[in-house]
């Protein structure tokens, strides 16, 4: 049997789970996961950052090879602690305002800003850093800020954004 090797979406994964750790310090715990699956849910009393590659792609610039681009999953997830008596379930949950917070700061990490303007301190410094051989392509994307359906059925805070890498060849 041949030897086990990482693809290079797997390698970037986890490149980028290492740069994170650095930026996430002690608020959640930063995995790289082919699949974020818990044996119980309510185990995740932190939360979990989890990087995945999601699809790769091919850009055609009409030379013999182009840029190969892999598209990484950020996923923010933790279980809701359980409402206070008289409290909104969901609307007045702080645990959700944090993960939220976490969420932009990581979301801002890969998002390109002009030097001078406002973001904060940490805003764009992953934008335009190389992580072997790829480069954030374009802006991140994040579809729903929360996933609704896990928060009702299983009072998960669940959101997800991609970034799209492109390495030059």
């Known amino acids: 049997m041949p030897a086990v090797t990482r693809s290079r979406?797997?390698?970037l994964a986890v490149a980028?789970?290492?740069?994170?750790?650095?930026?996430?310090?002690?608020r959640a715990t930063v995995k790289a996961l082919w699949h974020p699956s818990f044996a119980s849910k309510r185990e995740l009393e932190t939360a979990i950052?989890?990087?995945?590659?999601?699809?790769?792609?091919?850009?055609?610039?009409?030379?013999?090879?182009?840029?190969?681009?892999?598209v990484l999953e950020i996923a923010i997830v933790q279980h809701l602690p359980e409402p206070k008596a008289g409290e909104d379930?969901?609307?007045?949950?702080?645990?959700?305002?944090?993960?939220?917070?976490?969420?932009?700061?990581?979301?801002?990490?890969?998002?390109?800003?002009?030097?001078?303007?406002?973001?904060?301190?940490?805003?764009?410094q992953l934008a335009q850093r190389p992580v072997l051989g790829y480069l954030p392509a374009n802006a991140p994307e994040q579809p729903s800020t929360?996933?609704?359906?896990?928060?009702?059925?299983?009072r998960l805070f669940l959101t997800i954004f991609t970034v799209p890498y492109r390495r030059w060849e």
């Open 146 to 154: 929360l996933e609704n359906a896990v928060l009702e059925s299983d």
């Open 16 to 26: 980028v789970q290492e740069l994170l750790i650095g930026y996430v310090g002690e």
């Open 49 to 70: 950052v989890n990087i995945r590659p999601v699809s790769r792609g091919r850009t055609d610039d009409g030379r013999v090879t182009g840029p190969r681009d892999v």
């Open 89 to 124: 379930s969901y609307n007045a949950n702080e645990t959700i305002d944090g993960l939220d917070s976490l969420a932009e700061e990581l979301f801002d990490l890969f998002v390109r800003v002009q030097s001078g303007q406002p973001g904060g301190s940490t805003a764009g």
């Open 9 to 11: 979406a797997r390698q």
